[in-house]
């Protein structure tokens, strides 16, 4: 049959193509040398040197340099190789430095310690109340610390301040009754405590008032007395008072008993005092002679 067309005759393509058949195999079912998806270079895409069947580059979507994914190229390494600087603000890894204009916890002070370390010592008291008082206005406001320091140092000198006061009003007290061996007087009366003969002390008592005893006669040991003396100073005191004042002494009830002291009593030496006394087992309430 004829190509209606103007073939070539004895076509079977009824279209008038020239050339192979694109989609012709071989016996093998290779597709031919004119099936793109078989050729050679410039063939199909993925191969080696595969062609794009459309004409654009082998690879579409990739990007100058080779870099996989079009993705920018990385940014040149730093000098050194240390990697990209530490972003601001940070200083070595040790944080941010603390803001400027913030102000140190304040300190504890010095004078409120001492303060309450001089109350606590002997016979300081005074100190302690002077320092407390200064550690109370240093400490005002909170400038610094250490103010309960100052007023317990306050509160406790102000009692040994107190007690040193009364102790030594006592002892003034003690002092000025206490009576001197060179200075007794017979006639005086006292309150004493001989249970130990070494601490005996006359205490000057109105006779009045309720007393241990009353001193009866007193004298200076001498060279003419001192054998005397050292043998039994209590002879020498009835040797001092006379007939009608031993016989007024006899007479008091309970019996009165006849003592003597002396300033060393164990080395008994001239120019050392005598001074004989008596006393009552009960509180006596009026002079004995």
Same mark, same amino acid.
């Given at each position: 049959?004829?190509?209606?067309?103007?073939?070539?005759?004895?076509?079977?393509?009824?279209?008038?193509?020239?050339?192979?058949?694109?989609?012709?195999?071989?016996?093998?079912?290779?597709?031919?040398?004119?099936?793109?998806?078989?050729?050679?270079? &410039?063939?199909? /895409?993925?191969?080696?040197?595969?062609?794009?069947?459309?004409? @654009?580059?082998?690879?579409?979507?990739?990007? /100058?340099?080779?870099?996989?994914?079009?993705?920018?190229?990385?940014?040149?390494?730093?000098?050194?190789?240390?990697?990209?600087?530490? /972003?601001?603000?940070?200083?070595? @890894?040790? &944080?941010?430095? +603390?803001?400027?204009?913030?102000?140190?916890? /304040?300190?504890?002070?010095?004078?409120?310690?001492?303060?309450? $370390?001089?109350?606590?010592? *002997?016979?300081?008291?005074?100190?302690?109340?002077?320092?407390?008082?200064?550690?109370?206005?240093?400490?005002?406001?909170?400038?610094?610390? &250490?103010?309960?320091?100052?007023? !317990?140092?306050? !509160?406790?000198?102000?009692?040994?301040?107190?007690?040193?006061?009364?102790?030594?009003?006592? %002892?003034?007290?003690?002092?000025?009754?206490? %009576?001197?061996? #060179?200075?007794?007087? +017979?006639?005086?009366?006292?309150?004493?405590?001989?249970?130990?003969? #070494?601490?005996? $002390?006359?205490?000057?008592? #109105?006779?009045?008032? =309720?007393?241990?005893?009353?001193?009866? !006669?007193?004298?200076?040991?001498?060279?003419?007395?001192?054998? +005397?003396?050292?043998?039994?100073?209590?002879?020498? *005191?009835?040797?001092?008072?006379?007939?009608?004042?031993?016989?007024?002494?006899?007479? $008091?009830?309970?019996?009165?008993?006849? =003592?003597?002291?002396?300033?060393?009593?164990?080395?008994? &030496?001239?120019?050392?005092? %005598?001074?004989?006394?008596?006393?009552?087992?009960? =509180?006596?309430?009026?002079?004995?002679?």
């Amino acid at each position: 049959m004829s190509d209606p067309y103007g073939g070539n005759g004895g076509s079977d393509n009824p279209y008038g193509s020239q050339g192979d058949d694109p989609f012709k195999k071989d016996p093998a079912g290779n597709p031919s040398a004119g099936d793109p998806a078989g050729s050679t270079p &410039g063939g199909a /895409p993925g191969g080696p040197g595969g062609g794009n069947p459309y004409g @654009g580059p082998s690879n579409p979507y990739g990007a /100058p340099g080779g870099q996989p994914g079009g993705y920018p190229p990385p940014p040149p390494a730093q000098p050194g190789g240390y990697g990209a600087p530490p /972003p601001p603000g940070s200083f070595g @890894g040790y &944080g941010a430095p +603390a803001p400027f204009g913030n102000e140190l916890p /304040p300190k504890t002070d010095g004078v409120s310690i001492a303060s309450l $370390v001089t109350a606590l010592l *002997c016979c300081t008291g005074p100190v302690a109340v002077v320092l407390g008082i200064v550690g109370i206005r240093r400490t005002k406001g909170g400038q610094r610390k &250490g103010r309960g320091l100052a007023i !317990a140092g306050l !509160a406790i000198g102000v009692l040994a301040t107190i007690g040193l006061i009364g102790g030594g009003i006592a %002892i003034a007290v003690f002092a000025q009754s206490a %009576i001197s061996l #060179d200075e007794a007087e +017979a006639g005086q009366c006292f309150n004493t405590s001989d249970d130990n003969p #070494d601490t005996i $002390v006359l205490l000057e008592k #109105d006779c009045t008032e =309720k007393h241990d005893g009353e001193i009866i !006669a007193t004298t200076e040991v001498t060279a003419e007395n001192l054998d +005397a003396a050292k043998d039994q100073s209590a002879s020498i *005191c009835a040797s001092l008072v006379d007939e009608d004042q031993l016989q007024q002494l006899d007479a $008091v009830r309970p019996p009165l008993d006849f =003592k003597a002291i002396t300033e060393t009593p164990d080395d008994i &030496g001239v120019g050392d005092h %005598i001074v004989c006394y008596v006393t009552s087992d009960t =509180k006596l309430t009026a002079p004995v002679l």
